[in-house]
């Protein structure tokens, strides 16, 4: 039974017009990465009071509990390199499920960009999935961070209004590795030696407020056969309101091991309340997402 429902499907059983659903589509090489709803455990307590994030699969404060049957049928041509080596969880004789190690990087050297072809996707779409807004443009209309900036720029729109009856409140973008990714299979094996992951931020109006983090799909779980693989680093910042001109973010990894392969390679999360007053949407950028020394 799969542990994480495709927003197509999620839209679908919602009553949501599809026309609204793909407005929310990221398109790649004539193919839309679809989109799923997961629950991580990594907790944003700091940033919102709240857990809103909770073990993949399993209820989570605030997000509610993901529903079965996971539709999303991408693979590594074009959408972020499908794990298929295997695949299937094995046991170590005990009856303990066992994650398949992570396929070989190819090489891969730090710093690493989040945004490596092939590599991570922001596929696992949480909250009120369907108020998040992803432009197509990966250079935020040409205003980068620099110009030595490495991966694509991100544009999100967080349209601050009940999500089909949903109102969770709260949304967010995971980073995944698989595309979909939420413990069925091996991460990416990032390069090893990396002690912080850096990015740019700026808000359209410098009033936006939004928290950042890696890690902690499954963090701490015991493995499953469902879902054998686990993230083993779990980092998170408080929310910061967002300055509007881009600004260095540091998230401090150190002494945390990811030796058997990351599974989320990024996150951001917003909450409605925390939202300038009167606001009915808010949009912010996010460049050069780096693994680094």
């Known amino acids: 039974m799969a542990l994480c429902e495709s927003a197509r499907k999620r839209a679908q059983r919602l009553g949501i017009p599809s026309s609204d659903f793909w407005a929310h589509g990221l398109h790649r090489s004539r193919r839309t990465v679809v989109f799923v709803r997961c629950h991580l455990s990594f907790s944003l307590l700091a940033a919102f009071g709240v857990a ?6 399993s209820a989570a404060t605030g997000g509610g509990s993901p529903s079965s049957g996971n539709d999303a049928g991408s693979d590594g041509s074009s ?6 080596a295997g695949g299937m969880a094995s046991s170590n004789g005990g009856g303990t499920p066992v994650c398949p190690a992570p396929m070989s990087n ?9 945004d490596t072809p092939k590599t991570f996707i922001p596929s696992g779409y949480e909250g009120d999935f369907t108020a998040i807004r992803a432009s197509l443009d990966t250079t ?6 620099s110009s030595s900036a490495l991966g694509n720029c991100h544009t999100f729109t967080y349209v601050l209004t009940r999500d089909a009856g949903l109102g969770a409140g709260w949304a967010g973008v995971v980073w995944q590795y698989p595309t979909n990714n939420c413990g069925a299979q091996p991460g990416y094996a990032i390069p090893p030696g990396a002690s912080q992951v850096t ?21 701490g779980n015991p493995p499953s056969i469902s879902s054998p693989c686990v993230d083993t680093i ?23 091991s990811y030796a058997g392969g990351v599974l989320n390679g990024f996150a951001w999360v ?7 007053s009167g606001a009915s949407e808010v949009t912010f950028y996010i460049d050069d997402i780096e693994w680094t020394l």
Do not use: H
Not at 106 to 114: C, E, K, M, Q, S
Not at 201 to 218: C, D, L
């Open 106 to 114: 190819g090489g891969a050297t730090l710093p690493f960009a989040v």
């Open 199 to 219: 990015f740019y931020v700026r808000g359209a109006t410098g009033r936006e407020s939004v928290s950042f983090g890696v890690g902690g799909i499954g963090y």
């Open 140 to 145: 935020c209309g040409g205003n980068r961070s």
């Open 270 to 276: 917003a909450g409605a309340g925390d939202q300038p």
């Open 234 to 256: 779990n980092a998170t910042m408080p929310k910061m309101a967002l300055p509007t001109a881009w600004t260095k973010v540091t998230i401090s990894i150190a002494g945390q």
């Open 79 to 84: 959408s972020g390199g499908q794990y298929d």
């Open 52 to 57: 809103v994030f909770g073990a993949c699969g």
